[in-house]
């Protein structure tokens, strides 16, 4: 009884904790850097889409986004790529830079779902980490079809793996060889020093990543995009009030050098980890808002192009990008 009416402490001091955060009123100058990016999915290279679908785009991202992650893998498990999945990826990285002079397009690589619907092989099988060689190669097959960069998005990768810091090293070498940008998607960071081992103990699958290790992946690359959303809260003030929290810790621990965004959740999932009505573009961007402290290389992320709504581009516009 005595430990469960601990448990029970903790969490209701936790929730409080996140209703706190929300309170106050963002700052006016808490807005757009013009550095903010979009993932977008695989159809923009698969010949889905076509000249009039980045007009489109174009008018609907308005003048905020620097970055666009386009879905172009994944890698198999052991770290090559297949061509035949990017077929259009040239004609798509010139019809956005005569749209949009200076974006960025980069390729979004994650790994095949293997059994168990693991990506990496730190909980079953999937990809294999330690084949370094075969996975950066595959970023520089990616970067000859014309990309601006690679945009990593291997999960589930473990606080503290060295494979992957070791693969990021070697993929930095090769972008700034190649005047690329490279970029990661990462987990949240521990709201608690050491919570990160209860998920390990309890699940075999910890949620969190330790704000040093964070720090770690962030010396080894370009850009951090931080992915703060399926957080099971079930109110936009505690969503938003972690989202606060997220922001906050990521401004810690990743250096004022590397381009950090903050991911929105522009779809509308509903289930155990992700509730639709809680975790709202707009309650985002109220968190975001209330951590910034006026960083330059600094802003937010949407997930994703083909589930956003309008109401969460608006949300977008009307909260981040206008004045």
Known sequence: MTALLALVGCVLGATGGLWIN???????????????AVW???????????????????????????????????????????PALYPRASWLVTALHRAVPGIRVQAWLGAALGSGQVQVDSEGPGLDLTRTDRIVGSFRQALDAGFDGIHVDFEPVHSGDQDFLNVLEQAHLLTTERHAVLSVSVPQTEPVPGIHLFGAA??????????GYLSD???????????????????????????????????????????????????????????ASAETVAAAIRGVRLADHGRLKFGVALYVDFAATTADWAAYHRDWLDP
């Open 217 to 275: 992946v962030a010396d080894r690359v370009d850009q951090v995009a931080v992915m703060a959303y399926d957080s099971a809260l079930p109110l936009r003030s505690l969503y938003s009030g972690y989202v606060q929290q997220q922001t906050r810790l990521a401004l810690q621990s990743v250096p004022s050098s590397v381009d950090l965004l903050i991911g929105l959740p522009a779809y509308h999932d509903d289930n155990a980890f992700h509730h």
């Open 202 to 211: 309890l699940a075999d699958h910890p949620k969190w990543w330790t704000a």
């Open 40 to 82: 977008l999915g695989h159809a923009w290279v698969d010949g889905r889409k076509g000249p009039a679908d980045v007009g489109a785009l174009v008018r609907q991202m308005g003048g905020g986004v620097h970055d666009l992650f386009v879905h172009s893998g994944p890698l198999r498990h052991d770290g090559t790529l297949d």
């Open 22 to 36: 929300d309170l106050g009123t963002p700052s006016a100058d808490a807005r757009t850097r013009q550095g903010d």
